[in-house]
């Protein structure tokens, strides 16, 4: 018998974080991991998974000038101090 895992479809949303080390990061979240998740605030708040995945992220970090561009990034929660949806999305 052959495991089959569904494919959920991903449902992205652009995010801004500022992380306690001044740190901020913009990318976009899937808020179509687990069920019940329709909002940003929802999965930044959920402690179900104590790290948030961001894809296409761009990091800026406080003193450097150029941005550090991600794939994938995952940020622990405990060290974000806000969160923000990107105001251009519908």
């Known amino acids: 018998m052959k495991n089959k895992a569904s ?3 991903i449902i992205d949303r ?3 974080i500022k992380l306690i080390d001044g740190t901020k990061v913009n990318g976009r979240v899937n808020i179509n991991r687990n069920e019940g998740f329709d909002r940003l605030s929802d999965l930044v ?3 179900q998974e104590p790290f948030l995945i961001l894809i296409d992220a761009v990091a800026y970090e406080a003193g450097i ?3 550090v561009k991600y ?3 995952f ?3 405990n060290h ?3 969160s ?3 105001e251009a999305q519908e």
């Open 7 to 9: 494919k959920k479809a």
């Open 14 to 16: 652009m995010i801004r």
């Open 45 to 47: 708040s959920s402690n």
């Open 65 to 67: 000038d150029n941005p």
């Open 71 to 73: 794939e994938t990034l």
């Open 75 to 77: 940020v622990n929660k």
């Open 80 to 82: 974000i101090l806000w």
């Open 84 to 86: 923000s949806p990107d």
